[in-house]
């Protein structure tokens, strides 16, 4: 009988959140109250008969807003039940002193929820009693992922499995005789679906209910969008079984389980939110070296060898370049707690990093190689961005990681400058390259270690348009080899000795003095490509 579950009460509503993340402020009694529905608080419209039992959400509005306490008396002559809002810290006696009188409910949501995860719990848990999916108490709606794959292969007669977003399989049935084929078997031993289901996922992820895939194997499958409003949580696959073929109510209950999942999986990623955002804030401290000697066990690799693994974020106006991060963020995340379940990521300006464990079995860069290649990959298909990736040195405990991450954003710092020519690299690739740029870098930088006759001609060559310090620069770099240098610079031999005279005389160089050179070479090949760069990102 699906009337016991038509309403929610806001009991049940405070249950699905966390301790802490949601508190009635008003006297608890009206805990009680069924609430049907939920809507966004609008304080420009008049409330209604729609609005009646609804728990209204107040966004972006103050406990201390007059207009809220004026509108009070007419929320409650309409029927609403309760306000959400978030006081962040602010006095809120005033409201609850009316809202009280009024009859109505104050919940307060806690500040690092966002509002489009209290939308689409809301909308989850309300659908799931809609659908009178029986349960001892909302908080518990659902029940284990596992148990509902089990549930719904035994009504389909099928293999089933539940992903997420990154295809990352979450839960998958496990009844006895239940025939699979290599795709399902290699996704589940990888806890990662296949490349080969990228278009059928695509293809799901914009489709309003089942549909059917029959080109991936000899077996079908039917698959299914998990939802919370617009929000995609993950989906669920059934596999039609050998000689059989699915009934006409398959569908209908794989829109149910789907309905059923939405609940579990908006829980799941609010626990796994909080999880790896505590995580994030070690590491952030980790690299910083700001952890004592005996950093927190929570990170579960306080020894074994690891590695920090940073990806660059390009700039982008369109999403904004904080949702990119967040995207990149999840799916660096996703990526990494696949291959190394102890793995922690964390954002810092255009960079995602990643602290990696690394087995002992395996050669130092090859876990972070795999899961570089992978997120790249992943990142330009999915978020249409292209990554930068950088390996740390593999370091062998929590005290030494602040080393991994320099040696990481020096290479980042080399893929940069683009002579490099790929976008994943360990220290170990390029670290005589990132000695010359940190060398090239306290030479420019550092007044004491100038020299000031290369910024005269640099100076002179804008002045008077003219190719000094390139010449100069091929010169070194041909070793002094006039023939040489003149070949690449594309002029005759003649030319190029008048330059390095002219040169000498007008800036006072000794080309003889060993020292000499090198100190202008490394300064001018750091200046050069500087203003390389600046041209070509002016362009």
Avoid at 122 to 128: F, S, T
Avoid at 215 to 236: C, E, K, N
Avoid at 331 to 358: I, K, N, Q
Avoid at 497 to 524: C, H, K, M, P
Wanted: glycine share 6%; net charge negative; hydrophobic share 45%.
């Amino acid at each position: 009988m699906t009337e016991e579950y038509a309403q929610l009460s806001l009991k049940g509503i405070l249950a699905l959140f966390e301790p802490y993340e949601a508190r009635l402020l008003t006297p608890e009694p009206q805990a009680d109250v069924q609430v049907p529905a939920h809507a966004v608080l609008d304080l420009t419209e008049q409330a209604g008969p729609l609005h009646r039992g609804a728990l209204l959400i107040a966004v972006g509005i103050s406990p201390a807003d007059t207009a809220l306490l004026d509108a009070l008396p007419a929320l409650a002559d309409a029927g609403v039940a309760a306000i959400a809002l978030k006081t962040r810290g602010s006095r809120a006696e005033p409201l609850v002193e009316t809202a009280t009188a009024a009859g109505v409910a104050v919940v307060d949501i806690a500040e690092e929820i966002p509002w489009r995860h209290v939308d689409a719990l809301l909308g989850a848990a309300m659908g799931e009693v809609r659908h009178g999916t029986p349960s001892s108490s909302p908080a518990d709606a659902v029940g284990d992922l596992a148990a509902l794959a089990d549930a719904v292969a035994a009504r389909v007669g099928g293999a089933v499995t539940i992903e997420d977003p990154q295809r990352r399989v979450l839960a998958y049935s496990n009844l006895p005789g239940q025939p699979i084929d290599d795709l399902r078997r290699e996704a589940i031993l990888r806890r990662q679906a296949s490349d080969d289901f990228l278009q059928a996922w695509r293809r799901v992820q914009v489709t309003q209910g089942v549909i059917r895939i029959d080109d991936l194997s000899p077996l079908p499958r039917l698959a299914v969008a998990v939802r919370a409003g617009t929000d995609l949580l993950g989906s669920i696959w059934a596999l039609q079984s050998p000689g059989t073929r699915f009934s006409p109510e398959t569908e209908r209950v794989l829109c149910g389980a789907a309905q059923s999942a939405a609940l579990q999986l908006l829980r799941l990623r609010r626990a796994t939110h909080r999880e790896r955002q505590a995580r994030g804030e070690l590491l952030r401290a980790l690299m910083a070296g700001e952890l004592d000697s005996s950093p927190p066990a929570r990170l579960g690799i306080e020894r074994g060898r690891m590695t920090v693994l940073p990806f660059w974020l390009p700039s982008s106006p369109d999403p904004p370049a904080d949702v990119v991060g967040l995207q990149a963020a999840d799916l660096v995340a996703a990526c990494a707690e696949t291959m190394a379940p102890r793995s922690s990521c964390v954002v810092e300006g255009d960079v995602v990093y990643a602290l990696l464990p690394l087995p002992d079995e395996l050669p130092e860069a090859h876990g972070a190689v795999a899961l570089a290649r992978t997120v790249l990959g992943r990142a330009e298909a999915s978020l249409r961005i292209r990554l930068r990736a950088g390996i740390g040195s593999a370091v062998a405990h929590l005290t030494e990681v602040p080393r991994s991450r320099q040696d990481a954003d020096r290479v980042l710092s080399v893929l940069a400058t683009g002579h490099h020519g790929c976008r994943i690299a360990s220290i170990e690739d390029v670290r005589c390259q990132a000695i010359l740029l940190e060398l090239g870098d306290n030479a420019v930088h550092d007044p004491r270690l100038r020299l000031g006759s290369v910024a005269a001609i640099l100076r002179h060559d804008t002045e008077k348009q003219a190719e000094y310090a390139k010449s100069l620069l091929t010169y070194l770099e041909a070793f002094g080899d006039i023939a040489v240098a003149a070949d690449r610079l594309h002029v005759h031999q003649n030319t190029l000795r008048y330059r390095l005279r002219r040169i000498t005389e007008l800036f006072g160089l000794n080309l003889s003095d060993a020292d000499e050179r090198l100190v202008l070479w490394l300064q001018l090949r750091h200046l050069c490509r500087a203003r390389h760069q600046k041209k070509r990102h002016a362009c």
